[in-house]
């Protein structure tokens, strides 16, 4: 197991499609290890989920742990969500691999993001407040998950990555407002804002 580098914006394998997964490397020792590689990985730069294009593995997979109360990263160990729930909002470590979105309700929800490979920026982005998410699991068996509010946004933002996309394409100009900072400048003058208005992710 390994602590890996992460790949920052400029680099081509963020702009490069994910390729799926078959059976027989889900079921291989190294993507074993591989996943080993995103949790430590993840927990050592403090996010809450991680694409493996981030980390120079160009294949559909992602891990995520978050929960609404704030107590994350319990464990180290690579564990998969058992039964499939009806609009999450909290999700314990788990893989999703080959993930497809289908949006449930079209409704916007707006969140400042940021992004391990986009570091010190921030962005405020607006995405379909539920969705379904159909995966994999490490079994190689069919799943899905449906998830609404902040961890909908988590999982939009995530699975981005396996499509080439970064959350900073997703910010769109708005005349007179900042949609985009740097993040000293969003901590000093946009958190007053964010905390009346919108919510916050950091991955």
Known sequence: M???????????ILRQKARELTLQEIRSPDFDRLLHDMVETMEEYGGIG????????????????????????????????????????????????????????????????????????????YRPRKIQVDYINLKGK????????????????????????????????VPGKSTLAFTTEYSKYLVPEAEDEIGELDD
Not at 2 to 12: D, L, Q, Y
Not at 162 to 170: I, K, S, Y
């Open 50 to 125: 991680l694409a493996a294009p981030q980390i120079h593995e160009p294949i559909a997979v992602a891990i995520i742990d978050y929960q609404d109360d704030e107590s994350r990263y319990e464990g180290s160990g690579v564990q998969q969500k058992g039964e499939e729930g009806e609009g999450e909002r909290s999700i314990d470590l788990s893989v999703f691999i080959n993930p497809k979105i289908t949006v449930l309700d079209e409704t916007l929800q707006g969140f400042w993001e940021g992004c391990l490979s986009v570091p010190e920026l921030r962005g405020l982005v």
């Open 142 to 173: 069919p799943q899905k998950i449906i998830a609404e509010g902040f961890l909908a946004t988590v999982f939009q933002h995530e699975l981005d990555h396996l499509d080439a996309t970064l959350f900073v394409d997703r910010v769109v100009p």
């Open 2 to 12: 390994a602590i890996r580098k992460i790949a920052r914006m400029g680099h081509p």
